[in-house]
């Protein structure tokens, strides 16, 4: 199970933290990420953390928002920075291997301009 927490209404420019704990290890789940969905859109890559922590972003988040994984406390984190009106969105945690595919309830972030 994952629990995905953090998020809220903020100022464009602003910071979030949105955090995901796992009810689980989650030292050898391949991939985890961020996942996001926002109004009348499909959902989106935001950001994947590989379990020998290698990231990849979305193009429209590199530079601005950083994922990072602690697998001793089985957590999940996406620091948001700079944030834009176009980042608002329902974010979703995944994990991901070649046997599964997970994810968690939603955390809405809300960016006003």
């Known amino acids: 199970q994952l629990q995905a927490s953090g998020g809220g209404l903020v100022q464009a420019g602003g910071s979030l933290r949105l955090s995901c704990a796992a009810s689980?290890?989650?030292?050898?789940?391949?991939?985890m990420g961020w996942y996001r969905q926002g109004p009348g859109k499909q959902r989106e890559l935001v950001a994947t953390?590989?379990?020998?922590?290698?990231?990849n972003y979305a193009d429209s988040v590199k530079g601005r928002f950083t994922i990072s994984r602690d697998n001793a406390k089985n957590m999940v984190y996406l620091q948001m920075n700079s944030l834009k009106p176009e980042d608002t969105a329902v974010y979703y945690c995944n994990a991901r291997s070649p046997t599964f595919d997970y994810w968690g309830q939603g955390t809405q972030v809300t960016v006003s301009s």
């Open positions: 689980a290890s989650i030292f050898s789940i391949n991939y």
């Open positions: 953390v590989s379990k020998v922590g290698m990231t």
